[in-house]
Nanobody
Framework: QVQLVESGGGLVQAGNSLRLSCAAS????????MGWFRQAPGKDREFVAA????????LYADSVKGRFTISRDNTKNTVYLQMNSLKPEDTAVYYC?????????????????WGQGTQVTVSS
């Protein structure tokens, strides 16, 4: 079992930045691929970014490519999502998730564990 706790959400103006963190409970964190998803009101949950066991493998949704950066620190059991140049359409609850494999990582079905989410609101 892996418990995930997100933090770092908040209210920001468009064009500003936020960094989300997701702390994992398990010492085998380094064996999990990690992903970030988001869900806006009235919309389906959508993929944002994913990272493999090492930092070498990353994947981004087209909507965030060039603005968001996913990273991980295996010594701290933590994955991060640096979000720059935020837009109002980035407003959503952001979830981190853990998967024992780096395949189909753009799909929620690939992930076994989920955090409770953190709200990000971008004002225009």
């Amino acid at each position: 079992q892996v418990q995930l706790v997100e933090s770092g959400g908040g209210l920001v103006q468009a064009g500003n930045s936020l960094r989300l963190s997701c702390a994992a409970s398990r010492r085998t964190f380094s064996r999990y691929a990690m992903g970030w998803f988001r869900q806006a009101p009235g919309k389906d949950r959508e993929f944002v970014a994913a990272i493999g066991w090492s930092a070498g493998n990353t994947l981004y949704a087209d909507s965030v490519k060039g603005r968001f950066t996913i990273s991980r620190d295996n010594t701290k059991n933590t994955v991060y999502l640096q979000m720059n140049s935020l837009k109002p359409e980035d407003t959503a609850v952001y979830y981190c998730a853990a998967s024992p494999r780096f395949s189909d990582t753009a799909y929620a079905r690939a992930y076994d564990y989920w955090g409770q989410g953190t709200q990000v609101t971008v004002s225009s």
